[in-house]
């Protein structure tokens, strides 16, 4: 029997993205142990995941987390984070490693000075390659998602009017420069016609509750209402998901949702658009192309660095109505 550690401490999306290579190293190795080190706050993620044997958490305490490590003598740990963070695990552990490359000069070209190095590859099967050389390969089988009975919302979770069928629309995201403005989805929420909930955190209340203004029956204001798995569950169950650049999105796409995904300042060339695996890719992608100063950042910025914020206020919500009518 073999023992891995995969290392992943966050956040939603990347961690999502990292459950191939927990799936395809439990089912194809024999008799593998996988135990999964991810922080405390991302336990919901991983926390009913069949194909994980052990949970640890990165809490208060790194000195009993350590202890809690090394009891386990692990044959092999799976670094698909690759920071200093998960240095200091595996010097404390002396194993034998293999971590994934972040491609972090590759993308310092692209947004400091535009030259285009990333390989065309999807980050799932660069994470993949770690795992090689035990002989694990792609499945095909694409992101999983897994929550309880418990999180499963009820028909009078949410309003009478959607429970026929409604669009999930996710406002938040982790900065500002990867969410799609307050105005524009007021826009297109006037304009669909169809009923919407509107998911993210509780930091998108007040956003949401603008938004919900132009019509409280038709849009159902659900950020900071419902946990995680709720509302990966108000994802599994909509007719098509609207999403920034965020962790619901690749939840989405673990369900095998039709997406129409919206880009701001990063962009699906850093290799983390929705996948799907073999299964037909159902994904619309909306960005804005040809922007000098797209993308600026690999990860974001709390607003537009220029101040004019072309990269989302550029995609109109006419424009995303067309392919959400053609979708649906």
Not at 40 to 64: C, G, M, Q, T, W
């Amino acid at each position: 029997m073999a023992k891995f550690l995969i290392i992943r401490f966050s956040s939603i999306g990347d961690i999502v993205l990292t459950t191939p290579v927990i799936r395809c190293l439990k089912q194809q190795v024999p008799d593998a142990e996988v135990h999964f080190l991810t922080k405390a706050a991302f336990l919901p993620v991983v926390e009913y995941n069949p194909y994980i044997d052990k949970i640890h958490l990165l809490a208060h305490s790194r000195e009993l987390m350590m202890e809690e490590l090394r009891t386990e003598n692990y044959d092999y740990i799976i670094d698909l984070h690759h920071n200093t963070k998960t240095l200091r695990v595996k010097s404390a552990l002396k194993k034998k490693s293999f971590s994934f490359y972040k491609l972090n000069i590759e993308k310092y070209f692209y947004t400091a000075l535009k030259i285009k190095a990333l390989p065309k590859v999807h980050i799932v099967d660069r994470y993949l390659k770690t795992v090689a050389a035990f002989g694990v390969k792609n499945d095909g089988a694409g992101l999983d998602y897994f929550i309880s009975p418990q999180d499963e919302i009820k028909r009078e979770d949410i309003p009478a009017s959607h429970s026929a069928g409604y669009i999930a629309c996710v406002i938040g995201a982790a900065l500002g420069t990867k969410k799609w403005p307050v105005e524009k989805w007021k826009e297109f929420c006037a304009k669909v016609k169809y009923p919407v909930i509107l998911l993210g955190g509780p930091e998108d209340a007040e956003a949401g509750k603008e938004i919900a203004v132009i019509d409280d029956i038709k849009v159902y204001n659900a950020c900071g209402k419902f946990r995680l798995n709720e509302s990966a569950d108000l994802v599994r169950k909509a007719r098509l998901v609207i999403s920034n650049d965020t962790g619901l999105m690749h939840i989405a796409a673990a369900y095998k949702k039709p997406i129409i995904s919206l880009w701001g300042n990063t962009v699906p060339s850093f290799g983390m658009s929705p996948y799907y695996g073999d299964a037909p890719a159902t994904d619309v992608i909306m960005q804005v192309n040809k922007l000098w100063c797209r993308p600026c950042s690999k990860i974001g910025y709390k607003k537009c660095p220029l101040g004019h914020f072309k990269c989302m206020e550029k995609i109109e919500p006419d424009e995303v109505l067309r392919k959400v009518m053609a979708r649906l």
